[in-house]
Protein backbone atom coordinates (compact mmCIF):
# COMPACT_ATOMS: atom_id res chain seq x y z
CA UNK A 1 0.00 0.00 0.00
CA UNK A 2 3.02 2.46 1.02
CA UNK A 3 4.55 1.93 -2.54
CA UNK A 4 1.17 2.48 -4.19
CA UNK A 5 0.41 5.36 -2.57
CA UNK A 6 3.96 6.64 -2.90
CA UNK A 7 4.23 6.15 -6.67
CA UNK A 8 1.05 8.21 -7.15
CA UNK A 9 2.37 10.95 -5.20
CA UNK A 10 5.43 10.69 -6.96
CA UNK A 11 4.04 10.81 -10.48
CA UNK A 12 1.31 13.42 -9.15
CA UNK A 13 3.99 15.71 -7.74
CA UNK A 14 5.95 15.78 -11.25
CA UNK A 15 3.67 16.05 -13.12
CA UNK A 16 3.07 20.23 -11.10
CA UNK A 17 7.09 20.58 -11.17
CA UNK A 18 6.70 19.78 -14.88
CA UNK A 19 9.52 17.17 -14.15
CA UNK A 20 10.01 13.68 -14.63
CA UNK A 21 9.12 11.71 -11.33
CA UNK A 22 11.93 11.08 -9.04
CA UNK A 23 11.13 10.13 -5.73
CA UNK A 24 9.37 12.00 -2.93
CA UNK A 25 10.82 12.32 1.00
CA UNK A 26 8.31 11.44 3.70
CA UNK A 27 8.30 13.18 6.86
CA UNK A 28 7.00 11.38 9.77
CA UNK A 29 6.76 13.66 13.20
CA UNK A 30 6.01 12.71 16.31
CA UNK A 31 3.87 15.37 17.56
CA UNK A 32 1.55 15.03 20.89
CA UNK A 33 -1.12 17.81 22.28
CA UNK A 34 1.68 18.97 24.69
CA UNK A 35 3.85 20.07 21.87
CA UNK A 36 0.76 21.65 19.92
CA UNK A 37 0.41 23.08 22.83
CA UNK A 38 3.36 24.35 23.86
CA UNK A 39 3.97 26.20 20.61
CA UNK A 40 0.55 28.12 20.50
CA UNK A 41 -1.45 25.38 18.17
CA UNK A 42 0.85 24.95 15.30
CA UNK A 43 0.37 21.96 13.43
CA UNK A 44 2.07 20.61 10.27
CA UNK A 45 5.08 22.40 8.73
CA UNK A 46 5.11 25.46 11.19
CA UNK A 47 4.67 22.33 14.23
CA UNK A 48 8.08 21.11 13.09
CA UNK A 49 9.60 24.29 12.35
CA UNK A 50 8.99 25.21 15.77
CA UNK A 51 10.10 22.09 16.98
CA UNK A 52 12.96 22.52 15.10
CA UNK A 53 14.18 25.84 16.09
CA UNK A 54 13.83 25.01 19.72
CA UNK A 55 16.00 21.75 19.33
CA UNK A 56 13.73 19.34 20.76
CA UNK A 57 14.44 15.97 19.33
CA UNK A 58 13.41 12.92 20.08
CA UNK A 59 15.07 10.09 22.42
CA UNK A 60 17.36 7.85 20.02
CA UNK A 61 15.66 4.81 22.14
CA UNK A 62 12.17 6.55 20.98
CA UNK A 63 13.64 6.90 17.41
CA UNK A 64 14.72 3.03 17.30
CA UNK A 65 11.79 1.05 18.77
CA UNK A 66 9.33 3.31 16.01
CA UNK A 67 11.33 2.34 13.35
CA UNK A 68 11.81 -1.24 14.63
CA UNK A 69 7.69 -1.33 14.28
CA UNK A 70 7.13 0.21 11.22
CA UNK A 71 9.87 -2.56 9.47
CA UNK A 72 7.62 -5.37 11.20
CA UNK A 73 4.28 -3.60 10.41
CA UNK A 74 5.45 -3.23 6.66
CA UNK A 75 6.36 -7.27 5.94
CA UNK A 76 3.46 -7.96 7.27
Given at each position: ???????G??????R???????H??F?????????ID????A??P????????????P????V?????????????
Amino acid sequence: MIRREAAGWCRAVGRLAGRVPGHIHFVVQPARTSDIDRHGGAYGPGLQTAMLDEGTEPEQSAVEEFCARVRRALRD
